[in-house]
């Protein structure tokens, strides 16, 4: 999977495509890979699930409100599917990392 971060732009500055792509990116896709695989593991009563946060998603410095916003909206997910699932034996968490410097053309 492909991650992204939009910062360095204010609320007022940020457009609305930036927004869209940045909550698709960390929350609709968590949220369909959960809905289709979390079948599976109830069928055979075992599973465990990690999605990638990040720090942000606790507490932002500002000019990040898509990115924090996004991955705060993770954690809320993952912490309501791994209520949901304790009865099934499957297990969701997440973690939050910080900066990860990546190759750029990989």
């Given amino acids: 999977m492909i991650g992204g971060y939009i910062g360095g732009k204010n609320v ?20 369909l890979i959960s809905k289709h695989v979390v079948r599976h593991m109830i069928s055979s009563k075992y599973g465990k ?36 699932m304790k009865e099934s034996n499957i297990n969701v968490n997440c973690i939050m990392p910080s900066i990860i410097d990546t190759l750029a053309n990989i």
């Fill in 12 to 31: 007022s500055e940020l457009d609305e495509k930036e927004w869209d792509f940045m909550m698709t990116l960390n929350i609709k896709s968590a949220f």
């Fill in 49 to 84: 699930i990690i999605h990638v946060s990040s720090k942000n998603g606790l507490h932002s410095e500002g000019y990040d409100s898509a990115y924090s916003a996004s991955k705060s909206g993770l954690l809320r997910l993952v912490e309501s599917l791994s209520n949901e």
